[in-house]
């Protein structure tokens, strides 16, 4: 491998893959496509969906299931060993193709943003020339869907996960903050009463779920939304906007 490309697919809808991207999928002579698990294989259906509606001549693709992350031993821990492993699984999926030169990996949203794309990249040895093919963000596509600005004008947000949410309470010196990476609904260790939501799931896909209004009238219909949702596709990825009222 001389050249690993990182394209960022935005939130699955072959739509949001922008020509630039699309010229590096045809450019590619690999493509990594990662397994979940069988509850999750439609993950790998979309990005096949993705790579035929861009070229006519499917390049090589090369499947790998992602292994589970532990947390047994602190959660930073935890992630650098996952990394570890799934650099382990890309090297031993793209050894199976030896002529490849040039081998592409689809990464949902972009790959500068909560994406561990570019940190498992940087394991490999040698290394090959990593190129980031930009994407639409989970925070673009909902922000777009709800038809709101992500910030109050001229004011400063905060973009973080559900973790520091329910660790480190609001953050401070803001009136927004975007929660990604929320599997247990964070917001509820709010005071509802004081917050604004704008919730999206699926967001762009023909699957989208949108749900917005004041946290405590709204708080309740989006875990049940959620948990149905993730019930009948067996995952989800959602995206939340917060803002302070007054």
């Known amino acids: 491998m001389q050249e690993l490309l990182l394209i960022g697919i935005g939130t699955g809808n072959p739509d949001h893959v922008t020509r630039q991207g699309a010229e590096a999928i045809r ?3 690999l493509i990594l496509i990662p397994r979940k698990g069988a509850g999750k294989s439609d993950l790998a259906g979309v990005r096949e969906t993705i790579i035929g509606s861009v070229t006519e001549t499917l390049p090589s693709l090369a499947y ?3 292994p589970k992350r532990r947390d047994d031993d602190g959660y930073l821990r935890g992630v650098d060993a996952w990394h570890d492993a799934i650099a382990e699984r890309w090297q031993a ?3 199976t193709h030896p002529s490849a030169k040039v081998v592409a990996l689809l990464v949902w949203g972009d790959p500068s943003l909560y994406d561990s794309s570019l940190r498992i990249a940087a394991r490999f040895a040698p290394k090959p020339q990593t190129r980031v093919i930009p994407g639409i963000t989970a925070l673009q596509a909902l922000t777009a869907a709800h038809a709101i600005p992500v910030n109050e004008i001229g004011a400063p947000f905060t973009l973080s996960t559900g973790r520091q949410l329910r660790d480190n309470g609001w953050p401070e010196g803001v009136e927004t903050a975007v929660i990604m990476l929320d599997g247990e609904c964070s917001f509820g260790t709010l005071d509802a009463t004081q917050y ?4 999206g799931a699926y967001v762009g896909m023909a699957e989208e779920i949108l749900i917005g209004g004041p946290l405590d009238q709204v708080a309740e219909q989006i875990r ?3 948990a149905q949702a993730r019930t009948d ?3 989800i990825m959602d995206i939340y906007l917060l803002r302070r009222r007054g």
């Not at 604004?196 to 919730?199: E, K, R, S």
């Open 93 to 95: 999926a793209i050894a």
């Open 64 to 66: 790998f299931d992602i």
């Open 27 to 29: 450019r590619a002579d």
């Open 196 to 199: 604004d939501i704008w919730w």
């Open 224 to 226: 049940t939304t959620r």
């Open 233 to 235: 596709h067996g995952w």
